[in-house]
């Protein structure tokens, strides 16, 4: 079964930021097989635009890509947002895109963000 990784984790990886990582999460890294939304893609491309990520998101994408075989899913778009819609305990697009995409296939998430881990009961740090 697939791991979603939050936008934190995927920059922390790239980084090499283990030490930002619980043993756990890092155990399930090695062990299965890595997702990410592509609003998880789109993200790294904001944060790129505004200073916040030094690198445009297809350098760090691709970097997993080969690093962990990290791949984004390719739910249809339409059923992804059905479910972003009902993830009301959020304005963030971002958030709700991410974790409707994990929660359609009921997939754990990894995430730092604490709305997430108290509003998916399928999200852990």
């Not at 980084?15 to 619980?22: D, E, F, V």
């Amino acid at each position: 079964m697939p791991l979603y990784l939050d936008t934190h984790f995927v920059i922390f990886l790239y980084m090499g930021a283990k030490q930002r990582m619980s043993a756990r999460a890092l155990e399930l890294i090695e062990s299965e097989e890595i997702r990410i939304s592509p609003m998880v893609f789109l993200e790294l491309q904001y944060l790129y635009d505004i200073g916040r990520l030094k690198q445009p998101p297809e350098k760090v994408v691709g970097y997993l890509e080969a690093r962990i075989d990290l791949r984004q899913c390719n739910i249809p778009f339409p059923r992804v947002v059905q479910f972003a819609a009902k993830e009301s305990w959020t304005r963030d697009p971002f958030d709700r895109i991410i974790v409707a995409q994990a929660r359609l296939g009921e997939h754990r998430l990894l995430s730092r963000d604490e709305s997430i881990l108290q509003n998916y009961n399928r999200a852990l740090a």
